[in-house]
Each structure stands twice: as structure tokens, then as C-alpha cells.
């Protein structure tokens, strides 16, 4: 058994953790083109052949077991944000997956989606690892933890571990209520507002949750062999293949969540649901009309003190009543069956990916850098994508026009659909693949 993450908490409390240095170590501007971001002949990790014996060898000789020199921390920076651009690589093909009936593999292709989208969010946020060597920021440098996370299982599992011991610090709780905003106030505000008994940890917690849930079918410790190394033993896990679920994920759940059209916001969705969510787990032991009555109490002081018309509150507090708490449809899903289990994955990935992209929005503004200065450097990492224009918003009118007349011309064919992606007309099917490149919701999120 591996020692409880309350111990792993306790050793980034004493090794004096921060996640306030990446910023200090961000490129220059000018380097933005460069295909490195200018990590050129000087800069001996990312030229180095043997990586971990480098680093290594740099802890061996520092005085105390750390790193501090600014071309490390340059390529941690690096690294955080190909972690991020790597995660819709994956996501792509998962959804190519899901179209051709491939359920295991898309699952298999999701789950590592969603594993770079968490270690994007722990890079940004100062955990780095490097093959087997592990290490912090802090304010003296990156020290080395490689010892202390042996305990941990797979390397799959210390991130995991990473992750929830990071979920509690306060650094949590500040990209949090950075993160999650509703009418632009943060969801901390809000409950601050309403005087909602506010528990600083509450989504934090959840999150969590979240990965410790078991799915019908992938429990995440068995997935990747399961599916990758035995797909081909037989067509699916699911007996009747059925291109309709495939097609209702791409076209509801995915659109729902990335609202990609010019006129939304990338995260609107799922940030009205985490709101909710969050007003609703305050009265979550109360009895239902007992909850209702307060939570009408709640919206009341909160649009006082945020002045805003008594209307309102009316409006927000039947929208909380009315809406099903998120994380009970999310457990829901997890306890199905079928397309409904990569749907929970789906949202969890989700979720990762929204914090990672916030965490190194964060590092950027504390560079004194802005969202502008790296989309040349975005373009030319997503060059393949048949979606990036000049200007995101071009990329994303180009979206939305060319998805919405593609619906409408296939209406008929998508009314009736066939089991098999081949079945369709070939221009219908290569204009399909088309919408799953979603290299342009990379680039949104940082606007």
C-alpha cells in the first residue's frame, strides 16, 4: 500500500512548495518563433541525448539538492504547455475512434488525453517529472522528490498522487476561484455574497472524486493494457456497435461543452454547471424544500451585495433548484453502461483540461507576457490543423459556418444513419473526420 497523500502533502509543506517561480523563468517574447522557443546549443537539457542522467547529475553536484538555473526552468515551461497541446492530439484521435465504432481504443485514447491535460496542470503548477526524476518549485529552485514519490505506484498513479496532494494546498484554492467564474465573479465571491457556509475545498474535493470513481467497464488502473495491448481479440465492448451514439457525442455533448461558435464563450457551459454545483453542495444535506428555500435566500443577499436587481436572484435561484447537481450526473454515468462511461471520462478530462489551461494563462500574466504573444508559437505547433486562420475569431467563424451547413445538408443522412462510419458517402465521411480536429479550441482557451 502506498503511504496516504496526506503524508505527500506534508513533504511539499516542508520542502517549501511554490508554484509562484514558473513565471520568472518564461521565454523572451522574441523567441516565440523560434521552432524551441530558442533552446538552442546553450541550453543543455533539451539538447541532452540522456535527459534524466542530465538532470541527475545536476542535483548530484548542487548543494542542496536542487535546480535553479534559468534554462531548466525554461524548459519546464516548455514542457507544461506541449503537455496541454498534446492533450487535443489525443483528444482528436479519440474522437476518430468513437466515429469508427472503436470504443476501446477511443476509451484508451481519452484516458491519455486527459493524463496530458493533468500533467500539464501539474508542470504549470510546479510539479515536474522528468522519467523517473521528480521534482518541485520552490523559491530556492526545483528540489528533488524522486524518493519521497518511489512509494507511489506507476507513473500514472504518482501524478494522480501529485494531484490530490496539490488539491490540498491553497495554491488549489487560488486557481480555482481564478478559474471557475459565473458573469465574471469568481464562484468564491458568489458564495462569500450570498453567505453561503462556504467549504474552501468543496470543488477541490469533488475533482477528486472524480478520479477515484470506478467505471463499469475501465477501472483507469487496468485500462491502458486492457484496452491497448487486447482491443483486437474482438470487435467492441459494447455487443451492438452503433454509429448514432457516436454521433449524438460529437454533435451534443461535445458542442454543448465547447460551445465553438463566435458568439460564446469557450468554457460558459461548464462554468454555469460548476457554479451550481457549488451553490447547491452548501444545502446538500438539507432536505429538498428546506434547500430550495435557502438557496432562494442565498441568491437574495448575493445580488444585493453584488448589486445586482432582485430579478435576478429569482431567475439564478430557479436555474439551481431545477438543475441536476453535476456530480450526481456524472456518478450516474460512471455507474452505466456503455457510451455513458466514456462520457464521464470525457467530462473528467474536461474539467483537467480547464484548469491546465488556466494555470499556465497564470504563469503568462505573471511573466508580464500576454495570451497574443504565444499564438504564433500555437500556429506553428498546430500547423496541421485545417481550422487555424489568421485571428481565433476567423478560426472559429470558419467552425461554426462550415458545421452548420454540413448538418444541414446531411440532415437526411444523419436521420438515418448506418452502424459503420464506411457506410456513409465518402465526401460525408471525410468532412465528418473534419469537425473532430479541434486544434482551434486549443487556441480559444487562451483568449
Known sequence: MPPPISDLT?????????????????????????KYWNFNNSNNYFKSNDLELTIKQKLDSSTNNSINTNDFGQLV????????????????????????????????????????????????????????SYLISTPQGFKNISNIMKSYGSSHTKAW????????????????????????????????????????????????????????????????????????RDFSIFETPNLQHAIEFLFKDLNQIFSLDENSNFFEYLDREVFFMSVQAQFSN??????ATNINHFFKKACKNLSMDESYATILADQANQ??????????????????????????????????????????????????????????????????????????????????????????????LPKTLWELPPETYSNLLKFTDLDVAAVWSFN
Open 10 to 34: 506534508t513533504h511539499l509543506l516542508n520542502l517549501n512548495y511554490s508554484n509562484q517561480i514558473l513565471g520568472n523563468y518564461f521565454p523572451n517574447i522574441r523567441n516565440f518563433d523560434d
Open 77 to 132: 515551461n516548455l514542457t507544461a504547455f506541449n503537455h496541454f497541446l498534446d492533450g487535443f492530439n489525443y483528444f482528436k484521435c479519440f474522437l476518430k475512434s468513437l466515429l469508427n465504432n472503436d470504443f476501446k481504443v477511443s476509451t484508451h485514447l481519452l484516458y491519455y488525453s486527459e493524463l496530458r491535460w493533468l500533467n500539464s496542470l501539474l508542470t504549470s503548477q510546479g510539479f515536474v517529472c522528468f522519467d523517473k
Open 161 to 232: 498522487s501529485l494531484f490530490q496532494a496539490w488539491a490540498d494546498l491553497n495554491q488549489s484554492d487560488d486557481l480555482l476561484n481564478r478559474t471557475f467564474l459565473f458573469n465574471g465573479i469568481s464562484y468564491k465571491s458568489w458564495l462569500n455574497a450570498g453567505e453561503a457556509p462556504y467549504s474552501s475545498k468543496l470543488l477541490m474535493s469533488w475533482l477528486t472524486d472524480l478520479h477515484n470513481q470506478e467505471l463499469p467497464y475501465t477501472h483507469d488502473k487496468n485500462l491502458r493494457n486492457e484496452f491497448s495491448y487486447q482491443a483486437h
Open 286 to 291: 438539507q432536505r429538498r424544500e428546506t434547500r
Open 323 to 416: 438543475t441536476s447537481d453535476l456530480s450526481t450526473r456524472l456518478r450516474n454515468l460512471a455507474n452505466t453502461s456503455d457510451i455513458d462511461s466514456i462520457k464521464f471520462m470525457f467530462y473528467r478530462a474536461i474539467l483537467l483540461m480547464r484548469l491546465a489551461c488556466s494555470s499556465l494563462k497564470n504563469n503568462l500574466i505573471s511573466s508580464g507576457k500576454e495570451n497574443k504573444d504565444i499564438q504564433a508559437w500555437f500556429h506553428t505547433k498546430l500547423n496541421n490543423s485545417p481550422w487555424i486562420r489568421e485571428t481565433v475569431e476567423d478560426s472559429l467563424l470558419d467552425y461554426s459556418c462550415e458545421l452548420e451547413g454540413f448538418l444541414s445538408n446531411n440532415s437526411s443522412t444523419f436521420n438515418d
